[in-house]
């Protein structure tokens, strides 16, 4: 079941989007499997509907899901790359927490550099 925490600093097409992929990943959803329309699944979260759609073109480039048009989203097999998934994930978490702090995402880099030794 999906779920938005609207406490949370995470924007919603995010948070789906982090609990989708780890249903992809875990296999608690099947290649093949297509997923539920933008606009149902928007109303049964209480959300906009570019909202979701936001979330499943995010899926789409990752290479998670794919858009079939009228015939929905398809669940694809878990892409090979997750590193580069998980270091995106990560990347952002940092500048949210460093945005919770008050730093600019450029202070945030400055921030990278300067622990990384880099000029």
């Known amino acids: ?56 073109r995010e899926l789409e480039h990752a290479g998670y899901v794919k858009g079939q048009g009228r015939r929905g989203t398809v669940v694809l097999p878990p892409p090979e790359d997750q590193g580069d998934d998980d270091a995106a994930r990560l990347t952002r978490d940092y500048l949210r927490a460093m945005e919770s702090l008050g730093y600019t995402p450029e202070k945030a880099l400055s921030c990278l550099k300067q622990a990384a030794g880099l000029p």
């Open 1 to 56: 079941m999906l779920r938005l925490d609207p406490a949370s600093a995470a924007p919603p097409y995010e948070q789906l989007r982090e609990q989708l992929v780890e249903q992809i990943r875990s296999g608690a959803l099947k290649p093949g499997a297509t997923l539920l329309p933008v606009r149902r699944l928007a109303g049964d979260l209480g959300v906009a509907p570019n909202t979701v759609a936001r979330t499943y």
